[in-house]
């Protein structure tokens, strides 16, 4: 593949992400203009560059798209669920050529028929849409109250009318509702007087009056097409207003606004929107600044983009970020040097950048929900060089092997000592490597970095997911996502999507109540699935949670049962807590039928097995009626593996330390033999002994006499075994090569390492090992 | 008509001013740009000609007539 056709597969997969991203939440908050023409856009250029690396089916069916796009954009017609479903699904196409293109440079065979079936469903809806113009989606949308953030237009207005609204609230508590009224463009033709209709909204508190397009020349005008929106934010009860627009409810959206939602006097307005705005706008001035441009012309550049960031960020009411911009500024003009005021909007953009987050976590929900990638909408994103992945890898393996080749000089020193007797050469030696050994370890580190991807990379494909499954079983779910720029190793986030994509069906599909069950438990109609990202230590936790209905026990418990999961006896010793994560043993399902969406519970046992596999561990916390989290805990790189070097049966093994739990050392007299197998109490629990030697099928060490016994403590899959071995050697940071070849099936091996001398360490999967 | 040129250029809106004065208001503004529009004597705005009034935005003499307008939307 050419230079050109990765740019396109790059290019159209973002292009092809923003434009799901955009659609869904057209579809869940309405349309804005710059939100339809972003889509237009993000559909006009796929089929630009499709069209430049010749891939005329695709051509064909983005041509169909965004004409019924371009309808939308300039309001011929109106947006609507089947619209709305069609487009993506034309995404979804696209999707699957590009990666066909990716593989094998080319679509696949049937492509074409496929695009013009497209095509031909995507002009039908056009057709249909175009016969009743004012199909709108707002009678199917309101929510109420909002779940998570609220619509654009209503924080521009609260935001706008903050103090006339808090006055009114202050002499008047009350509920505040939102109103947004878009007459039909033939609306005066059927005796409509939009106006007279705001006009009879009680107890008004602000209103707002604004084209829906762009105004026509006044030559051009026609008089009698009503191209008008109407918002407004009222007090008082729902049933008034919607009683004022009970012959126009297609064309209205009532919205209950929180009263917090209301942004408080003298501290930043921390709606996602204005803030988003506000660092959308200061990063513009910035690029302005640094366009090449004649020197001449930079004191009017820089004049102009202080003043513009200052305002900006009054308008956020940051006003002591403001101040700054402006002496900045002055600076600026004053010495032709764009140093000083660059360096003040880099110092605004930070602190926005640092405020939007933890301000939007503290209310529990964080913007993103709305708009996966708020930086990417209308920000300029980073731009980091594309590297490719191969060369970190390369990178990081060169590393790993110095930090062998330096275990290697201590071996030496160890050698000079022992061998030679030169005590101070082998210290001198020693100390030498000990800087080399923190060196290598900096290093493997930094490289590490490289490999390191934001959780939002795997979290950006859900808002689409759940909105589809949740339309599948006629539910209403919406994704929230935190911490999505929390990072980990990307083969660790990658691999996530798995289990997460189990995680979020299991919830839709068992966890999250009918409507008519949420109503009755007087839950908002609108589910809310939080997937979060945190970083714990070093460790790299995601949760999955949902208000649903939540796991009970006893349910769970008799289904142990029935299955045979654990024996009556264990089950009756389990506390709730630990009866629900019964859920992740293998062949365990709750629901009671078998469904499409998430299967019979074989997902639950791959997440368990797939985090596992990753060094880490699964966790689950339930209330009945109030919802269940799902913890996944990781590990944020899996290059390194803490391991314990034994000997056991002449030879020497590796074994993970996360395994181990302690290590013992035991008098003849403290094991007990029952019915043939060897075991010790150990703090009231009895524990099994195995001896290493045996479960390698090698010959026992003679000297297992009456001399003490060492075992390892281990506890893994919820069980607890004690392996017997000669002795104990090294603790070692390895980096662990996955095993290659022949042995790649062996079972037993979670890998191999090379040892400081130049040997090869297997080191053991003792889960798999153990009988 | 509650539209009307008064001697001086000035647009005149005065009383209730319903839909069908839309059409007529617009070919005032459209044949003298820049008019003045007087509505203080305007009762009540039909929709359609506050959305003519929205479209050309020609200078006003006097605040409106309309009460509800005055209050609520002192920014046209």
Not at chain 1, 204 to 219: S, T, V
Not at chain 1, 663 to 676: A, W
């Amino acid at each position: 593949m050419n230079a050109l056709h990765e740019q396109f597969v790059l290019e159209a997969r973002e292009l092809i992400h923003e434009a799901t991203n955009d659609l869904i939440g057209m579809e869940r908050e309405g349309t804005s203009p710059e939100r339809t023409n972003r889509i237009f856009r993000a559909f006009h250029t796929l089929k630009g560059s499709a069209g430049v690396v010749e891939l005329p089916s695709m051509v064909l069916a983005m041509h169909a798209a965004e004409d019924l796009l371009a309808a939308v954009n300039t309001r011929k017609i109106g947006v609507t669920a089947a619209m709305i479903d069609q487009t993506l699904g034309c995404l979804d196409q696209i999707s699957r050529w590009v990666d066909a293109f990716e593989m094998h440079g080319s679509v696949p065979a049937d492509a074409g028929e496929h695009a013009e079936a497209m095509a031909r469903r995507l002009r039908a809806l056009l057709a249909n849409i175009a016969e009743s113009p004012s199909v709108g989606l707002d009678h199917q949308t309101p929510a109420t109250p909002v779940a998570g953030p609220l619509p654009e237009w209503i924080s521009r207005l609260l935001g706008a009318e903050r103090q006339s609204i808090s006055r009114h609230l202050q002499q008047q508590p009350s509920m505040l509702f939102a109103v947004s009224y878009e007459p039909r463009t033939d609306c005066f033709f059927q005796g409509d007087d939009p106006l007279a209709l705001m006009q009879a909204i009680p107890n008004l508190l602000a209103i707002r009056i604004e084209a829906r397009e762009a105004w026509p020349a006044l030559a051009d005008f026609d008089p009698y097409s009503c191209i008008l929106r109407f918002v407004a934010v009222c007090a008082g009860n729902r049933d008034d207003l919607a009683d004022v627009f009970r012959l126009v409810p297609d064309q209205v959206q009532i919205v209950e606004v929180p009263v917090e939602a209301l942004p408080r006097q003298g501290a930043p307005a921390f709606d996602g929107g204005t803030l988003d705005l506000v660092r959308a706008i200061v990063e513009e001035q910035r690029l302005v600044l640094t366009a090449s441009g004649e020197r001449d012309d930079l004191t009017g550049r820089a004049g102009a983009a202080g003043r513009t960031a200052a305002n900006a960020l009054r308008h956020g009411r940051l006003h002591h970020l403001a101040e700054p911009v402006e002496g900045a500024m002055e600076t600026t003009v004053a010495s032709v040097d764009v140093a000083a005021l660059l360096s003040a909007l880099d110092g605004a953009v930070a602190f926005l950048a640092s405020d939007t987050e933890p301000a939007a976590a503290s209310d529990g929900r964080t913007v993103r929900a709305a708009e996966p990638e708020a930086e990417a909408a209308g920000i300029s994103p980073s731009r980091s060089p594309r590297v490719n992945e191969d060369r970190i890898d390369a990178l990081l393996n060169l590393s790993a092997e110095l930090i062998v080749a330096k275990n290697a000089v201590v071996h030496l020193a160890r050698r000079a000592d022992e061998e030679l007797g030169a005590h101070d050469l082998a210290r001198a030696v020693k100390r030498e490597s000990e800087t080399i050994e923190r060196l290598a370890t900096e290093m493997h580190e930094a490289i590490l970095q490289l490999r390191l991807v934001p959780a939002a990379q795997v979290f950006r494909s859900f808002p689409r997911l759940v909105r589809d499954t949740a339309q599948r079983l006629d539910k209403k779910a919406t994704v929230v996502t935190q911490g999505e720029t929390t990072e980990a190793d990307k083969t660790i986030v990658g691999r996530l999507f798995e289990p997460l994509l189990h995680l979020v069906r299991n919830v839709l599909d068992h966890g999250i109540e009918s409507s008519a069950e949420r109503r009755a438990a007087g839950k908002p109609d609108i589910a809310t699935i939080t997937l979060r990202a945190s970083r714990e230590g070093d460790r790299f936790v995601v949760e999955v949670g949902d208000e649903g209905r939540g796991i009970d026990p006893e349910a769970v418990r008799r289904k142990a049962r029935e299955r045979k999961i654990l024996t009556e006896e264990d089950l009756a010793a389990l506390s709730d807590e630990h009866t629900i994560n019964l859920i992740f043993a293998a062949g365990f399902s709750t629901a009671t039928e078998i469904s499409e969406i998430s299967g019979r519970g074989v997902g639950m046992d791959v997440v368990r097995t797939t985090v596992e596999q990753l060094g880490g561990r699964v966790s689950l916390t339930s209330r009945v009626g109030v919802g269940t989290t799902v913890r996944l805990d990781l590990p944020m790189n899996i290059a390194m593996t803490r391991i314990m070097a034994v000997e056991a049966g002449g030879q020497v093994f590796g074994i993970p330390m996360d395994a181990v739990t302690e290590t013992v050392r035991l008098r003849p007299d403290r094991i007990n033999r029952i019915k043939g197998n060897e075991g010790f109490v150990l703090r009231d629990r009895v524990v099994p002994i195995c001896s290493l030697a045996d479960l390698m099928n090698l010959p026992a060490s003679p000297n297992s006499g009456g001399a003490t016994r060492l075992v390892l403590v281990l506890e893994t899959g919820g069980k607890i075994v004690a392996i017997e071995v000669d002795a104990i050697r090294d603790r070692l940071e390895v980096v662990l090569k996955p095993m290659q070849g022949l042995l790649s099936n062996a079972r037993g091996y979670a890998g191999t390492t090379l040892l400081g001398d130049g040997k090869v360490l297997l080191v053991l999967d003792i889960k798999e090992l153990l009988p | 008509v509650s539209v009307r040129r008064r001697e001086d250029g000035t647009i005149v809106l005065a009383d209730r001013c319903p839909v069908e004065d839309a059409e007529p208001l617009l070919q005032l503004l459209l044949a003298t740009p820049g008019a003045w529009v007087d509505w203080e004597q305007c009762t009540h705005l039909h929709t359609a000609v506050l959305q003519v009034i929205l479209a050309a935005h020609p200078p006003r003499r006097g605040p409106c007539g309309d009460a509800w307008v005055r209050e609520w939307l002192p920014a046209l």
